[in-house]
């Protein structure tokens, strides 16, 4: 059991952090996940019938003593850790010349301090492991949009990816950025609305995640961009 693979994922009981719990899950890998809301990951661990491979843990992804306990929680629990999964984040679906910046210290902490804390507090246990870190991004971190203050916070996590990938491939450790177009989650909540168009599931963009964490031994995907078709932007 103690070979058995270890994921952590942030944002992990919604969405596509869940749906990338779910098929790791499936694929035999024990799964820790985070989130805020306490009743969302009981129901979320209700849901896949409390599976003994799975840890949920109630913490703030941009909240450094809750992201390490997270982590030191989950090497207590199993042992290992080998991949993170940097996924908890938000928009606050406004812009810089007529929203409210009220909700902006949030959005650009949790989704841009937020992956840095996480990959602070594993980075020993990835080390060990030779794991691999995954980054969520977004098309709006290639695709400037008039105003858009996320698209500002994934441009962040583009650079971001990077940086941290020259800085750890010397260790054995991987990093993924994965890019995704516009998918139906609880994401768009707080819009009110989807948006137009085509839109991909999580599950879709959890097929991506999960072939890049399980790639081989050795190899490194790096940059991975995922639109359902249909979206010129």
Known sequence: ??????????????????????QLLGAGHRVAVTGRGEPRLRAFDEELG??????????????????????????????????????????????????DPAGWTEMVLTNVLGPALLIRASIDALKESRGRIVLIGSVAGFVNTPGNIYGATKW?????????????????????????GRVETPFWDSRG??????????????????????????????TVVVRPIGQPN
Do not use: C
Not at 16 to 21: F, L, M, Q, S
Not at 70 to 98: C, P, Q, Y
Not at 161 to 179: C, D, P, Q, S, W
């Open 156 to 180: 962040a996590v583009t650079g971001l990816a990077e940086n941290v990938r020259r800085e750890v491939t010397e260790f054995g450790i991987g990093v993924t950025l994965v890019a995704p």
């Open 50 to 99: 409390n599976p003994a491979g799975l840890l949920t843990l109630v913490g703030n992804a941009a909240e450094y003593d809750e992201v390490r306990s997270a982590v030191d929680r989950t090497l207590k629990e199993f042992g290992r850790l080998d991949t993170v999964v940097a996924n908890a984040g938000f928009a606050t679906h406004d812009s810089v010349a007529g929203g």
């Open 1 to 22: 059991m103690t070979d058995t693979p270890v994921a952590l994922i942030t944002g992990g009981g919604s969405g596509i952090g869940a749906a990338v719990a779910r």
């Open 193 to 222: 609305s989807l948006p137009p168009g085509d839109l991909l599931t999580a599950d879709q963009i959890a097929d991506t995640i999960v072939w890049a964490v399980r790639q081989p031994e050795g190899v490194d995907v790096n």
